[in-house]
């Protein structure tokens, strides 16, 4: 037999939880008191605060009521080990989505970081690591049958899978390829994000690890391909080979800036020195 009976007010002080947190929960049947008295008065054992503490673990863990409700009304081993389960599949989605969002941060504040320690204009010498980049291909603009909607919906499609996958990028930069720069073409030929190394279901290319003569650019995208000639030339002027394609990213954009005149962006090409 029950030694003692619990108000709402004191049943709710044990489980530190509101007053009308139980109220509810006896609303829509999920914990209903243990007694009723002939006043009225709702009266709950000490045998339910077990019960309470699973509540509020499953909810900790996003789980709707309506499912809780649903457990309590079929409890087993068999059950609660199907639910608890479900729950690790659900934290280990969850935590890997706050990684990927991390990983956006922490790529978001290097960069914001970075551009404020480089000179606009300037030309140097950086090595790069080998990286991945998960790419769609540029359209021609000059072609009569451009279409700015398909277009646009590819380079949607490439930043949302390429996020779904661990892509740290803010937006899409561009590449261009050799070839193109050997023939004095600077329209870029391929849009890509990074992705961490052995992402697959995506056409992939690699930027390989080597030495990049880099220029950081500051302007609106459409002096861009100038900016690109530049890089190019400076190359050849220093006697370099160019070893591989060029690479842009922005290091700041329309999310930092209203004026496309403070754009900064980063221009880089692989080289090979004599």
Known sequence: M?????KTAEFA????????TLLHYDHIGLLKPQWVGENGYRYYSARQIPTYDLIATLRRLGTPLAEIRSYLTRR??????DLLREKEADWEAERRRLARMGAFLHNAKDKMALAQTVRPGEIRLETFPEAHCAVVE??????????EAVY????RQLITWARENGSPSQAPGDIICRESLERGDFMEDYYYCLVPPGTTGWPLRVRPAGTYAVLYHQGSYASE??????LRDWVLAQGYAIDGDLYEEDLVNDIASEDPQSYLLKLSLKIQMP
């Open 152 to 155: 646009l919906l590819h380079v």
């Open 2 to 6: 029950e030694k003692h009976r619990f």
């Open 13 to 20: 002080a044990l489980c530190g939880v509101k007053k009308d």
């Open 76 to 81: 087993s081993p068999e059950a609660l080990m």
């Open 138 to 147: 540029a359209p021609d603009f000059a072609h009569a049958k451009f279409e």
């Open 225 to 230: 391909y100038g900016a690109c000639r530049r």
